[in-house]
């Protein structure tokens, strides 16, 4: 099964920083993965969808990039309701689908 | 609009069994395969399987083999999803995702409590 390294794994940030997330992919997936953003007490939302596409609703702020085995989520000018646990999944050979391990986006 | 509206919290005791519903509505329920994901307290987002809703196929991920069964009634567009031989560790929010290639709807959660 493919395996999903997230990176870091918790953050600080202030207000208005830029926050950079990476996912790396034990073999290539191709385009296929997606970003999703995870609040306590709520379902997970999902932000990017095919590594770089912006699900329909999602402020501009959040872009995806990368492909094959290497992947970054962006958040530009970070907001006060962006603070919350960020995770990739990839989908490539589904099933099955593979998570990577989170990152927390954490008020300094 | 596309809606996935799973059954309320539980309380179980250990060794017991849970079945959680998710109930789909705003899209042709046959068409799209449905994931389970797990969150156990503290710990990240875990995949537990799939079903497809039209042919019943399924596949379950290998820490849930022999105890997790994916069900689907298709007369009133509902996937369950039962976990059965229940530990303190399986204490978590269980999540049903519509799967599009990814999973683009998701089930607003459903927490189980194991705890004698």
């Known amino acids: 099964d493919i395996q999903m390294t997230q990176s870091p794994s918790s953050l600080s940030a202030s207000v208005g920083d830029r926050v950079t997330i990476t996912c790396r992919a034990s073999?290539?997936?191709?385009?296929?993965l997606a970003w999703y953003q995870h609040k306590p007490g709520k379902a997970p939302e999902r932000l990017i969808y095919?590594?770089?596409s912006l699900q329909s609703g999602v402020p501009s702020r959040f872009s995806g990039s990368g492909s094959g085995t290497e992947f970054t989520l962006t958040i530009n000018s970070l907001q006060p309701e962006d603070f919350a646990t960020y995770y990739c999944l990839q989908h490539h050979n589904y099933p099955p689908l593979t998570f990577g391990g989170g990152t927390k986006v954490e008020i300094k | 609009q596309v809606q996935l509206v799973q059954s309320g919290a539980e309380v179980k005791k250990p060794g017991a069994s849970v079945k959680v519903s998710c109930k789909a509505s705003g899209y042709t329920f046959t068409s799209y395969d449905i994931n389970w994901v797990r969150q156990a307290t503290g710990q990240g987002l875990e995949w537990m399987g799939w079903?497809?809703?039209?042919?019943?196929?399924?596949g379950y991920a290998q820490k849930f083999q022999g105890r997790v069964t994916m069900t689907r009634d298709t007369s009133i567009s509902t996937a369950y999803m039962e976990l059965s031989s229940l530990r303190s560790e399986d204490t978590a929010v269980y999540y049903c995702?519509?799967?599009?290639?990814?999973?683009?709807?998701w089930g607003q959660g459903t927490l189980v409590t194991v705890s004698s």
């Open positions: 095919a590594a770089s």
């Open positions: 079903m497809n809703p039209n042919s019943g196929n399924r």
């Open positions: 073999q290539g997936v191709r385009n296929e």
């Open positions: 995702a519509r799967t599009n290639g990814d999973l683009d709807y």
